[in-house]
C-alpha cells in the first residue's frame, strides 16, 4: 500500500469524523444551553456512560480488532462465499448476545448504575433518574454494536468515507429533539434518552445499503462453531480491556467525580469531547485506516510493509496532533466559554470544564499513539498483550485518581488518566520494537523534536492574542488565535522541512470522487 493511497484514505475518514465532530459539538452546545450542568445533566451522562462504555468494549473499539483482521485475512485467502458465511454467522451470534446483555442491562439497570456512580447514593432523586434513564438507553447498546458491525466490514473491504458519516444520525437526533420536542415535555431528559435511542438506530440502518451496494449480505445464520467466528471472540475477549482503555479509564474518573462537588461529572464529559476532537481527527481516522492496511501486510507476511505504515502513521499522527493537544491546553476557558457559557451552563462551570481539558490534553498523543501501536498487536491477531499493558495502566489510573483528587480536584482525575495513558503507550511500543524489530523510532523522535519547536513558538503567540490582545471578544478570542497559531506552525514546519508537512498536504489535495 502506497504512503499516497494511505493518506487519502487518511484524509477521507479524517474529513468525515470533523463532519460528525461539528455537529456533535452543536449537540453539546444545546444540551449544555437546555440542561446546564446541574442534576439532570449529571444524571444524563452518567446514565449515557454505562452503554457508552459497554460500546466501547463490544463495539467499535474490541470488536473491530478482533474482527477485521480475521475477516481481512478471509478477504484475502478464501472464497467470497465463505467470507460471506464468516459475516453471517458474526452478525447472527453477536444480535444474540447483545439482545441478551440489553436484557440484563435493563432488568439490573440498579446496580449497574450503584456500581458506576457510587457517589450518586447520597442524592437519592438524582440516582433514582440515572437508574431510569439507563433502562431507557440501554438499547442503544445493541443498535450501536450492530453498527460497528457494518463499519468493520466497510473497513475491511477499504469503504472508509461514508461508513464515518454514520455518527452524524446520533447528533441529529438530539438536536432534532432539543429543538422541536423537549420544551413540551413534563420531564424532557427522558426524551433525550430516547433520541439517544433512536440515534443508534439511524446508525445501523444508513449502512446497510453500502454494504448491499458493494455485494455483501446481512443474513441471520446460527454457526456457532464457525471457526472464524471463534477465533474471532477469542481475540475479542482480552481487546474489550486493551483497545478500551481510555473508555475505562472515563468510567473510574466518573465512578471518582460523583463523590467531587455537583457539575463535576459534567466537567469531565465535556472537557473529554473537546480532548477527543483531536483524537478523532487524526488519532482514530489513521487506527481506523492503518488497522485494515496492516492487517493485510501480516496476511501476505510483508513485515517491511508493516513497519513502513506503523512509522508513517505514528509520524503524521504526532506532527498533528502535538500542535493541536498544546492548543487545547493554552485555549481551554477561551475554547470552553465560547461553546458553552450560555443558558444553564455558568462561569463557574467554564473554569470547572477548562481545568479538566487542560488535563486531558496532555495525554493525547499518547491516546493516539496507543490506538496506533494497539492496531499493530491485534493486525498480528495478539490481543493479550494490549490486555496485560491495559489492566498495568488501569491500576495505576485508579491510585493517581485517590492520590489527585483530594489534591486538585476534577484536574486530578484528568491528570491521573493522562499519566496511566502515556505510561500505556511507552510499555506498548516497548514491547512491539522487541518483538519485531526496528520500527523507525529514530524518524519518529526526530519528527517529535522539531514539532515540539513549531509548536512551542505557535503556543506563546496564541497565548498572548488570546489572553492579551482580544480577551473582551468571547469569539476573537478563540477564533485568531487559532487561526494565527495554524499559520505559524504550518510556515515554521515549511522552514524546518519536515516530510510530514509534505504528506498532509498530499491529503489536502483533490480527491477523486468516490471510495478508492
Known amino acids: 500500500m502506497s504512503t499516497k493511497k494511505i493518506t487519502q484514505y487518511f484524509g477521507k475518514v479524517s474529513f468525515a469524523i470533523l463532519i460528525c465532530r461539528i455537529f456533535g459539538y452543536i449537540r453539546d452546545m444545546f444540551v449544555a444551553k437546555f440542561f446546564g450542568a446541574g442534576l439532570f445533566a449529571d444524571a444524563f451522562y452518567a446514565a449515557y456512560r454505562i452503554p457508552n462504555l459497554f460500546r466501547r468494549l463490544l463495539g467499535e473499539g474490541a470488536f473491530s480488532a478482533s474482527f477485521v483482521p480475521v475477516f481481512t485475512e478471509y478477504l484475502n485467502t478464501k472464497s467470497k462465499e465463505e467470507t460471506q458465511d464468516l459475516l453471517n454467522a458474526v452478525f447472527t451470534t453477536l444480535f444474540i448476545i447483545l439482545s441478551i446483555l440489553t436484557i440484563l442491562g435493563i432488568i439490573f439497570?440498579?446496580?449497574?448504575?450503584?456500581?458506576?456512580?457510587?457517589?450518586?447514593?447520597?442524592?437519592?432523586?438524582?440516582?433514582?433518574?440515572?437508574?431510569?434513564?439507563?433502562?431507557?438507553?440501554?438499547?442503544?447498546?445493541?443498535?450501536?454494536?450492530?453498527?460497528?458491525?457494518?463499519?468493520?466490514?466497510?473497513?475491511?473491504?477499504?469503504?472508509?468515507?461514508?461508513?464515518?458519516?454514520?455518527?452524524?444520525?446520533?447528533?441529529?437526533?438530539?438536536?432534532?429533539?432539543?429543538?422541536?420536542?423537549?420544551?413540551?415535555?413534563?420531564?424532557?431528559?427522558?426524551?433525550?434518552?430516547?433520541?439517544?435511542?433512536?440515534?443508534?438506530?439511524?446508525?445501523?440502518?444508513?449502512?446497510?445499503?453500502?454494504?448491499?451496494?458493494?455485494?455483501?449480505?446481512?443474513?441471520?445464520?446460527?454457526?456457532?462453531?464457525?471457526?472464524?467466528?471463534?477465533?474471532?471472540?477469542?481475540?475479542?475477549?482480552?481487546?474489550?480491556?486493551?483497545?478500551?482503555?481510555?473508555?475505562?479509564?472515563?468510567?473510574?474518573?466518573?465512578?471518582?467525580?460523583?463523590?467531587?462537588?455537583?457539575?463535576?461529572?459534567?466537567?469531565?464529559?465535556?472537557?473529554?469531547?473537546?480532548?477527543?476532537?483531536?483524537?478523532?481527527?487524526?488519532?482514530?481516522?489513521?487506527?481506523?485506516v492503518s488497522l485494515p492496511m496492516m492487517a493485510k501486510s501480516v496476511s501476505a507476511k510483508n513485515f517491511t510493509e508493516l513497519k513502513d505504515t506503523l512509522s508513517l502513521s505514528l509520524r503524521t499522527v504526532f506532527f498533528i496532533i502535538i500542535p493541536a493537544s498544546v492548543g487545547l491546553m493554552v485555549l481551554a476557558e477561551p475554547i470552553v466559554r465560547l461553546l458553552f457559557q450560555r443558558g444553564a451552563f455558568t462561569a463557574e462551570a467554564t473554569k470547572l470544564t477548562s481545568q479538566a481539558l487542560f488535563y486531558y490534553a496532555l495525554g493525547t498523543f499518547a491516546?493516539?499513539?496507543?490506538?496506533?501501536?494497539?492496531?499493530?498487536?491485534?493486525?498480528?491477531?495478539?490481543?493479550?498483550?494490549?490486555?496485560?499493558?491495559?489492566?498495568?495502566?488501569?491500576?495505576?489510573?485508579?491510585?493517581?485518581?485517590?492520590?489527585?483528587?483530594e489534591i486538585m480536584g476534577v484536574g486530578g482525575l484528568a491528570l491521573a488518566t493522562a499519566i496511566s495513558s502515556i505510561v500505556n503507550f511507552s510499555i506498548l511500543l516497548i514491547i512491539l520494537r522487541l518483538r519485531i524489530g526496528k520500527v523507525g523510532l529514530r524518524r519518529i523522535i526526530e519528527t517529535v523534536k522539531r514539532t515540539l519547536l513549531a509548536t512551542l513558538i505557535m503556543a506563546i503567540v496564541c497565548y498572548l492574542l488570546a489572553y492579551h490582545f482580544f480577551p473582551w471578544s468571547k469569539f476573537l478570542s478563540v477564533i485568531i488565535p487559532i487561526t494565527s497559531g495554524v499559520v505559524i506552525y504550518f510556515l515554521l514546519t515549511h522552514f524546518l522541512k519536515m516530510e510530514e508537512s509534505k504528506t498532509l498536504f498530499a491529503v489536502l489535495e483533490k480527491e477523486e470522487t468516490g471510495e478508492l
Not at 455518527?167 to 441529529?172: A, K, V
Not at 445499503?209 to 462453531?225: S, T, V
Not at 501501536?373 to 494490549?386: E, G, R, W
Request: hydrophobic share 55%.
Open 109 to 288: 439497570a440498579s446496580e449497574i448504575t450503584k456500581l458506576v456512580a457510587w457517589g450518586f447514593e447520597i442524592s437519592p432523586k438524582k440516582l433514582e433518574l440515572t437508574i431510569t434513564l439507563v433502562r431507557i438507553m440501554f438499547p442503544y447498546l445493541l443498535l450501536i454494536c450492530l453498527a460497528a458491525l457494518l463499519l468493520g466490514t466497510l473497513n475491511a473491504l477499504h469503504i472508509f468515507f461514508l461508513p464515518a458519516l454514520s455518527p452524524l444520525y446520533l447528533d441529529f437526533a438530539e438536536i432534532i429533539y432539543i429543538l422541536l420536542i423537549a420544551g413540551y415535555l413534563l420531564s424532557p431528559i427522558k426524551g433525550l434518552a430516547v433520541a439517544v435511542v433512536i440515534g443508534g438506530l439511524g446508525q445501523f440502518a444508513y449502512q446497510l445499503p453500502i454494504l448491499f451496494k458493494h455485494g455483501w449480505q446481512l443474513r441471520f445464520k446460527i454457526n456457532f462453531r464457525h471457526p472464524g467466528l471463534r477465533r474471532i471472540f477469542l481475540l475479542m475477549l482480552p481487546a474489550m480491556i486493551g483497545f478500551s482503555v481510555e473508555q475505562i479509564n472515563s468510567f473510574v474518573d466518573t465512578l471518582c467525580g460523583s463523590f467531587l462537588r455537583e457539575g463535576s461529572v459534567t466537567a469531565l464529559y465535556y472537557s473529554n469531547r473537546l480532548m477527543q476532537l483531536p483524537l478523532a481527527l487524526f488519532g482514530i481516522a489513521m487506527a481506523t
Open 367 to 405: 491516546y493516539a499513539g496507543t490506538k496506533i501501536v494497539a492496531a499493530v498487536f491485534y493486525s498480528l491477531q495478539d490481543t493479550k498483550t494490549p490486555l496485560k499493558v491495559a489492566v498495568l495502566a488501569l491500576s495505576l489510573n485508579v491510585v493517581l485518581n485517590l492520590i489527585l483528587m
